[in-house]
């Protein structure tokens, strides 16, 4: 079975950091690759970029670059997103997603990053 | 900026068609994807390359082409099926991913 498992809620202050973890498990982590997708409450979905999990070079989409870092383990198949200097704008539901030759197969289930005083 | 236009909204008895529309604001079109999002959940491949069904989906669901509009229709609607639907492609300038606004299914 394949799945995409994320880290736990978290609840964070202005201008702090935080870490979002995304564990593949059921394929071969590197031959895919892991894209991240932020939902804000009540919104749409917003493709926030992509990293080639081979070479481990990341694609920042308009508006998620500066803040938002991707990164890989890649001897645990873990993704990361870091996310730095955090607004409240930023609360939202962030999404890893494996890109397969189809589409955005398989999802994981979502972490929510909630950025309050 | 390349966008993919949806209607906010559909409503359908049960046992109705359902069909949910996405425009592309320019050509050349690329492939299309549907996403079904329930509430609290992640969202979930439906359908890919405009018109292809992953296995276990439905065959109730089924996706067409037409020019820039790519719909979705649910034959058959049931009340499980009442979700959010967000069509997703990518702009052939920079092949940077684009999402449909969404469309909220209402099953009457």
């Known amino acids: 079975q394949v799945h995409l498992v994320q880290s736990g809620s978290e609840l964070k202050k202005p201008g702090a950091s935080v870490k979002v973890s995304c564990k593949a498990s059921?394929?071969?982590?590197?031959?895919?690759?892991l894209n991240w997708v932020r939902q804000a409450p009540g919104q749409g979905l917003e493709w926030m970029g992509w990293?080639?999990?081979?070479?481990?070079?990341?694609t920042y989409a308009q508006g998620f670059t500066g803040r938002f870092v991707f990164s890989l383990d890649t001897s645990v198949s873990t993704a990361y997103l870091q996310i730095t200097s955090l607004k409240a704008e930023d609360t939202a539901v962030y999404y890893c997603?494996?890109?397969?030759?189809?589409?955005?197969?398989?999802w994981g289930q979502g972490t929510m990053v909630t950025v309050s005083s | 900026s390349y966008e993919l236009t949806q209607p906010p909204s559909v409503s359908v008895s049960p046992g109705q068609t359902a069909r949910i529309t996405c425009s592309a604001d320019?050509?050349?079109?690329?492939?299309v994807y549907w996403y079904q999002q329930k509430p609290g959940q992640a969202p979930s491949l439906l359908i890919y390359?405009?018109?292809e069904r992953p296995s276990g989906i439905p065959e109730r669901f089924s996706g067409s082409s037409s020019g820039t509009t790519v719909t979705l229709t649910i034959s058959g609607v049931q009340a499980e099926d009442e979700a959010d639907y967000y069509c997703?492609?990518?702009?052939?300038?920079?092949?940077?991913?684009?999402f449909g606004g969404g469309t909220k299914l209402t099953v009457l």
């Open positions: 997603a494996k890109e397969g030759n189809d589409g955005f197969d398989i």
């Open positions: 059921g394929y071969t982590f590197t031959s895919y690759p």
């Open positions: 990293i080639n999990t081979n070479t481990e070079n990341p």
């Open positions: 320019a050509l050349p079109k690329q492939y």
């Open positions: 390359k405009d018109d």
């Open positions: 997703q492609s990518a702009d052939s300038s920079d092949s940077s991913v684009v």
